[in-house]
């Protein structure tokens, strides 16, 4: 019987998020259909079945998070016979288990769904009178200052039918909440857990300061949002960012008015909408080119080494709704522009369908960020680590410029360039701004590098 495993879309991925199934048990399934959608620390994308069949068995939950390598379906071929499948547990649970005495038949009666319960612990009977609910349910004994485990859709159901997470035990990997866990509170098969009953904690250190609450008192509070996968890795990359790169910025303004008569100009002439070529498209060449000139700042400052690339890969930034991706253009420099435009076009729509391959955005050795099209005049990127630099894209302003003694309306742009100090000085990054102004003020040069 085929397993269909959490795939590894990287190098330092650990667990996927399944968000949704695309098919459903008792589905026949061809090879290479998609089957479900998963979000990983940088993209959301589906899997594909890789053997034809029927889809025997889901195994995991919508929002469960599975770890590398674990099964999350079973695929029943032809002339197979259907087998129960259960979940499987962590290797570290299991040599838990093996290595534990046995549990006295007492005691297995009154946790045997809990699978990872504390032993029973002696208290008064006044507070053990105190924690228990009213309702029945066996409370589960979470230690001081634990973190409650739960997966994103978990914690959403319990908001939307005020279930108490507190008391409810967890199947999943390390004791973590999921779907399976909380529907039966859900459906009315079990009651809910009463509100307020938690274990009660450890009163804090007399000298420890008062917590700052979170809303002041009589105020509403806020509603609590699951950071998604590609948040929590965009957060956790641009606070390294500041943490460890002494950042300083280098800024210039740009004469585009040659650089929009030329995109008019070539546009006009291609009928095919996929090579028609952006200003971004005319900003990465340039970028790509002046590079070439000043590899400086194409380079990696990794630990106390420092790298200098042979290749120009420029990362395009992308916004989705959960995050930042940056997908590169390989070579960019030997590429032309219908050739950056078409695959340009294609990063963007694969990273908002959920399509990027990793290969396709683990590497590059230079980024640009734009925020033009947002009518944005300036601002300022933070480092992409372990890359070196940075360029920040401000929008197209039509302006009063002077020119040979007269005010006449002109095409001005702002670029801002982030630069780790350790490896690039100021006056190298203002060399290289000036390359990336002789590019955009002459743009045939771009159709010639």
Do not use: C
């Amino acid at each position: 019987m085929p397993t269909v495993i959490m795939p590894k879309m990287g190098d330092g991925m650990e667990e996927g998020t399944l968000l949704r199934w695309l098919k459903d048990e008792g589905e026949e399934i061809a090879e290479g259909d998609p089957i479900a959608e998963i979000e990983t620390d940088k993209v959301t994308i589906e899997i594909m079945a890789e053997d034809s069949g029927t889809l025997s068995q889901r195994i995991a939950g919508e929002g469960d998070s599975v770890p590398v390598g674990e099964p999350i379906a079973m695929i029943l071929a032809e002339g197979e016979t259907a087998e129960a499948v259960s979940r499987p547990q962590p290797a570290a649970v299991q040599a838990t288990e093996a290595e534990s005495p046995p549990v006295p038949a007492a005691t297995a009666s009154i946790d045997s769904a809990t699978p990872e319960a504390a032993p029973p612990r002696q208290e008064a009977p006044a507070r053990a009178a105190e924690s228990t609910p009213t309702n029945g349910q066996t409370p589960v004994e979470r230690a001081p200052g634990e973190r409650l485990r739960a997966s994103p859709l978990v914690k959403r159901l319990a908001v939307e039918h005020e279930i108490d997470l507190q008391h409810i035990p967890g199947s999943g990997p390390g004791g973590r909440i999921v779907k399976d866990d909380i529907m039966p509170y859900i459906s009315g098969e079990k009651a809910k857990p009463a509100a307020g009953t938690a274990p009660p904690t450890a009163p804090a250190p007399e000298e420890a300061p008062a917590a700052q609450p979170a809303v002041a008192p009589g105020r509403p509070r806020g509603t609590v949002h699951e950071l998604s996968r590609i948040r929590r890795t965009t957060g956790r990359r641009m606070a390294e960012s500041k943490r460890d790169i002494p950042h300083f910025y280098v800024t210039a303004e740009i004469d585009m008015g040659a650089a929009v008569a030329f995109r008019e100009q070539v546009n006009s002439q291609t009928e095919d909408d996929a090579s028609k070529i952006s200003f971004n498209d005319l900003i990465v060449k340039a970028a790509a080119l002046a590079l070439r000139e000043f590899p400086a700042l194409n380079a990696s400052f990794e630990g106390d080494q420092l790298y200098d690339h042979a290749n120009i890969d420029i990362n395009i930034a992308i916004a989705l709704d959960g995050g930042l991706i940056a997908p590169f253009i390989p070579d960019a420099d030997q590429k032309s522009l219908g050739t950056i435009a078409r695959m340009g076009k294609d990063l963007i729509s694969r990273a908002k369908n959920g399509g990027l391959k990793p290969e396709e955005y683990q590497g590059g050795t230079f980024t640009t960020s734009n925020l033009g099209m947002l009518s944005v005049d300036q601002f300022i990127a933070v480092i992409n680590p372990p890359q070196a630099a940075i360029l920040a894209i401000g929008s197209i302003k039509n302006l009063p410029v002077i020119n040979d003694g007269k005010i006449v309306p002109g095409h001005r742009m702002n670029l801002a360039v982030s630069a780790d100090h350790r490896a690039v000085d100021g006056a190298e990054v203002a060399r290289f701004l000036q390359a990336v102004r002789r590019y955009l003020e002459r743009p045939m040069l771009l159709a010639l590098g």
